[in-house]
DNA sequence: AGAGGTCATTGACGCGCGTCAATAGCCGCG
DNA sequence: CGCGGCTATTGACGCGCGTCAATGACCTCT
């Protein structure tokens, strides 16, 4: 019912380790023809090697787990995603999510089960789970051990760089309220205070709120009165402090600036739209996947240090 | 450096099999002194079974796969797979999300390769991915072949009836342009329509549009004025709608009523707020879990027929 | 005391594959 | 004719595990 390499071997009337061989790189010792007749064979039986076996005999399977953070998943990071898994799946390596479960026991269970070739993550590996990663000889991929430089930094700065090359002085950092959801919260706010810092401008006020009308009330309290550009987490966020503004009838932007992130499609649906980074998300699949590449061929890849690019989309809220 | 059945046999002073046999249910047949001398080697040595290993001497691994349609991934739907991932992982099962790649072959690929104990989806699946994953040996669990009822029907007919009842006569349903995002127009359009049906309405007028201005402006002209009262896709749809609306000077809900779908929390912060429909994730994910335990063990589980409960969420745009 | 019977435990096998060391065939050179 | 040196191919082993027939120990009943 299912093709082993054995079932091939015999169609090819070879040893099922000349399959084998032929199938992993090993093809360069054997015969033009034999190498034809395999891989005919294995055309015509749809034979596709069982993970299991490979994964038992070679120690680690061809599994490439990425874990997806609390963060709302959709839109952007659902298309660097999906671009991950045809990469990766082009180069043989099977991509395959795994919503992130807070608890460093179960990452333990996955990774010895599944003995995934690399483990992905958008944010940063805790010591714990670092550890535990080597300790079972898995390769722990997240942004600071990457080849390619941390989006999120560049995201907090070209927000400040945007903020204050339009006049604003008083600027703010909003974030999520809910930590979990704020995944790259926390680089981004730094790169934007530390932009701030470099242009001579004050300190950026923090605010948090959820995205629902009384925390963004809450929020806009806190910051004590108009006169704020306020830098935020992403386009949801920029959305709550717009509508909190608009009730409170602050004029946008001149008595309330704001960015956000992301360049979602509501984002253009406001009123007046929002003023919004956004990213392409190829660039990032393809540096994602150079690092993929470079820490498992050891070969050291070329990591073609491809550049994330940003761009402020003007809007309204600015 | 990884534990094996091998190192807790030894530091238990059993043999192999013995402890395979007691971490399997055949546990019955050893001393109680045995297996918890078993079980104390496992929980010193952290052992955790190899599913390369499982997965070969079984001829199917404990890996469920879960694939994610091209919709938008977020919200309702992270919240579902999260707490399915949670409760499948308390019964043994790991779960892992793979997005749809929409070619045969590869769910061939990922089918043989990873082994998957059940491959699920909210979508249908086609005939010719359930004949493959029927000659695969996979169990295919849709909402077809689930055994509680589709959620998809009832939130159609929902929005229906909450708008024949509010007193609408006029109706229209409203899809996402793009087919890939729109992944379960068509059951929700039809029993949206059955509804009207049932209730002496006229059938509704059809239309899709992209989530941005432009479509929304083109929607609205297709039903050729206000009047009408449109269920939405999804709260995306319905603030797409609502803009269109505003910018063109239509009043809501009295010339153009709205009922969304999600209940996000942008959808709090339209102008108005947006009617829309909630549902409890938590019985969806239940509700799967029992589909899919029943189908694995072959015991026919209860199946409690849990209820998906739904919720009209008064906004002002109906 | 021996036959029969339980219960607790083990040994051996195979799942599908990758990896060498080992073999067989061949040619040229001395 | 024999030997070394190729190249093409194969055999045997082990990866970690589940399964089941088989073993051994012990007890009961005749």
Redesign the pocket.
């Known amino acids: 019912m299912?093709a082993?390499?054995?079932d091939v071997a015999d169609r090819a009337g070879?040893?099922?380790?000349?399959v084998?061989?032929i199938?992993?790189g090993r093809g360069e010792?054997?015969?033009p023809e034999?190498q034809a007749r395999v891989r005919r064979a294995v055309a015509e039986l749809g034979y596709e090697?069982?993970a299991?076996?490979?994964a038992?005999?070679?120690?680690s399977s061809d599994i490439v787990i990425a874990l997806i953070p609390d963060t709302t998943f959709g839109g952007n990071l659902q298309d660097i995603y999906g671009g991950l898994t045809d990469e990766l799946s082009r180069r043989g390596l099977t991509l395959v999510l795994r919503l992130s479960t807070h608890t460093a026991a179960s990452l333990d269970r996955l990774v010895i089960g599944m003995k995934p070739r690399a483990i992905l993550s958008l944010t940063p590996f805790s010591d714990d789970d670092r550890q535990l990663l080597e300790r079972r000889g898995v390769e722990a991929i997240d942004p600071q051990s990457a080849s390619h430089p941390d989006v999120n930094a560049e995201i907090g700065r070209l927000q400040a760089r945007h903020l204050i090359d339009r006049g604003y002085r008083r600027l703010a950092y909003a974030h999520l309220h809910d930590a979990r959801s704020d995944t790259f919260g926390g680089p981004r706010e730094r790169e934007f205070a530390d932009e701030c810092r470099a242009r001579g401008v004050d300190a950026p006020q923090i605010v948090a709120l959820g995205i629902n009308a009384e925390d963004a009330a809450v929020a806009l309290d806190q910051l004590g009165g108009p006169g704020f550009a306020i830098g935020c987490y992403n386009d949801d966020v920029a959305t709550a402090l717009l509508h909190a503004a608009s009730l409170r009838g602050w004029r946008v932007p001149q008595e309330l600036a704001l960015i956000g992130m992301d360049h979602t499609p509501l984002s253009r649906l406001t009123t007046p739209p929002l003023t919004t980074v956004e990213y392409d998300t190829t660039l990032v699949t393809e540096a994602t996947v150079q690092s993929v590449l470079s820490r498992l061929d050891k070969e050291g890849f070329s990591a073609a240090h491809t550049e994330v690019r940003l761009r402020v989309i003007e809007g309204g809220t600015s």
């Open positions: 299912i082993t390499s054995q070879v040893s099922r380790s000349t084998s061989q199938l992993n010792h054997f015969a034999t090697p069982s299991a076996g490979r038992l005999a070679k120690g």
